[in-house]
């Protein structure tokens, strides 16, 4: 697959930053200890729609720019080659932790974000009640959308996406429908990006100077819509301005690597990206639920604390699970029966 591109790596640790802080506000209000004045409400509900402009859509972008990058699903023979790995790499770590968080807010209803109900509900026909929907979702684009490789065809699939993500609610019985038409878009487009050359983008300065242009222009028009009362979501004018943020970022990493600036810190954490989005709802809800007993109602306490646990705690398990080996394999699957068979073939 060639070298390790650290502008994605950069990516995913802003976009896993975005959704652990998100999360956290979230559950800190729905449970109370986020009281919000007139003033807050503004300001927390302005920062919520803000960061769900671009944040989960960096994460499809980043999917689709390496699965175009990929070379196993060229063929039909590679692409059910890479569902069946996509099956498992994505399988095991959405039932084991949706099935965790299903216990624990089936164990503690009053102090979790949102309630749950059947099980067969939570995991398969309503999925988007735990994070893991991403998961889900992200699966059903690898077994719907082709690895063409063909800038044209990709053209003309990201313009369908568009149109569907304008009409996405007309799917909203259907998840799997629902979610595809919502976030497919981003998926094709980082897609897109591979297939255009993103990868052998030069650090020239007007490649900078865009991207901040896209930047600013996506932070002023989204201050200037919601505080005109714009509030909605998944219409001509989001999708517009999640293009503007994802594509101004994606251009503002890729030329600090091109740059060649690089930090072995954003290497180091975007390692454990992926579990800390497996486990920071865990961990912060467990902190919360733990200083509510206490009585522990401090607002800037319940923030650190569970942002703390949401990071920390996430990569000390994966750092733990990474040395007894075995356990790892609910977070990486393929890892460690890689491992076992070149134990059981030594």
Known sequence: MGKRETWVDCIKVLACTLIL????????????????????????????WFIYLFHVQLFFLCSGYLYERSQKAGSFKGWLSNIGYKLVALGVPYFVFSLITWLLKSSFVDLVNIRTGHLYTFLLASPALAQYWYLYTLFFLFLFIPNVKNPKILAVILVIFSVLYIFSAKFVVCFVPYSMAQYGFWFVLGMTMQSLGFADLAPKKRILLLSLVLIILFTGLACALYSN???????GWTIFLGTMACLGLCMLFKFIEAAGFTSKAITLLSKYTFPVYLLHTIYAA??????????????????ILGFLAGTLGSILTAWIFEKLVYPEIVIYPWKVIGKFRNKTSS
């Not at 009362?229 to 219409?235: D, P």
């Open 286 to 303: 467990s902190v919360r639920t733990l200083l509510v007993v206490l009585k522990i109602r401090n607002l800037e306490l319940h923030i």
């Open 21 to 48: 802080v998100g999360h956290l506000l979230q559950g800190l209000k729905r449970t109370g200890i986020l009281v919000l004045s007139a003033d807050r409400t503004f300001n927390y509900a302005f920062f919520i």
């Open 229 to 235: 009362g714009y509030r909605a979501t998944f219409t």
